[in-house]
């Protein structure tokens, strides 16, 4: 928050001594209660220190950076998710970068029958066998995907902030969305959505501008 | 901040009637002074409603949603940015592509002498002339940079929130981050850094975790 010296002091203040009067703090800082006033207030609206008409302030330890951790930890990946693209593993990788320049994505998931993520492919990746001159045509995109159980996902009931971490931490442009099933031994993962950095600069900007309340309450 | 009902009857109640005292409150709403403390404490937490201590709680319309904004407003863009990966613009595509990989970056900024912007080029750029089948090594990156006066660029002292929405709305992956200089009818535009959707996402984690003020404050 920036809280000047004074008013670091007077949340000492409170910290030690609360719950404590306006006028008591007034008067062992030396000053008027008046000119105590913009300090309080800005105590107060920062939620580290509460005010109770007629006990006085007290310390809450909590502040607007804790409160937005708690507002953005509720906010969840199929709030903000987009759809995914999709091709199949005999899809050739020319093809699959038609695929990603057609619908303007930067990466495409490789799916097996009933929608089940198979692989994944970014443009860099194709970008890597380009340079080095192997014709896309005649390769199948399965060779040069990423493959399970390589890839990092996320579920739509995830947290935003999480799947984020999620993407900075393994340097990924992007994130499948997963629905999970237990099928006996093995689990299969049904991709039914894409989580972009776009996504999360795009949540960034609405929270910036005091919309994010609105769609993610 | 997703208020209860009573939570907002109460902010109502505020708003029209404050400065109110809890009793006033309790009173109306035929509730016990102890079961509204809560949701007093809640409002006052968020900011909405403000207590002075002796006068009893008001309306300051004021939420946490907008103290976030301010928050968020304050991070300059040098705050968060990484540095930015250059070549000439003589280079070869292929060279710069090299570049890319190596630096492990999605664009390159092509600089005149004196690191002057005079194009971007990103992997989508490249990767689009790879597939039509030219030979990047006999291609300049000038042919296929997109070239000043085309290019969204931001500044050091710039709102981080400011340059995200032009990333969002120009869709690009990154902008320029340049100091300007004026040569009498002229502005030039030297590269000083690089402000990517991942720098944008890792504000995002660090201020969702609240290690946001630590840094930016």
Chains 1, 2 share one sequence.
Do not use: C, W
């Amino acid at each position: 928050m920036g809280l000047t010296p004074r008013q670091e002091k007077i949340a000492g203040m409170v910290k030690t001594l609360g719950p404590i009067t306006g006028e008591q703090i007034a008067e062992r800082l030396n000053v008027t209660r008046a000119a105590l006033r913009p300090d309080l207030a800005i105590l107060v609206m920062s939620g580290l220190v509460e005010a109770r008409p007629k006990v006085g302030y007290y310390y809450t330890g909590k502040n607007i950076i804790s409160m937005l951790t708690e507002q953005v930890s509720r906010i969840k990946v199929k709030d903000v998710q987009s759809v995914p693209v999709v091709v199949t593993a005999s899809t050739s990788a020319y093809d699959a970068v038609v695929t990603m320049f057609l619908e303007d994505v930067g990466t495409v998931f490789i799916v097996e029958p009933g929608g089940i993520l198979a692989g994944v492919i970014s443009r860099k990746d194709v970008l890597k066998v380009a340079m080095g001159g192997s014709d896309l045509h005649k390769m199948p995109v399965k060779v040069l995907m990423t493959p399970m159980p390589k890839i990092v996902v996320t579920s739509p009931d995830e947290s935003v902030l999480t799947a984020a971490k999620k993407i900075i931490e393994n340097e990924v442009d992007s994130l499948p969305v997963v629905s999970i099933a237990d099928h006996q031994d093995t689990k299969t993962y049904e991709v039914i959505g894409r989580l972009t950095k776009t996504n999360i600069a795009r949540l960034f900007v609405e929270l910036g501008e005091g919309r994010g309340g609105e769609h993610h309450g």
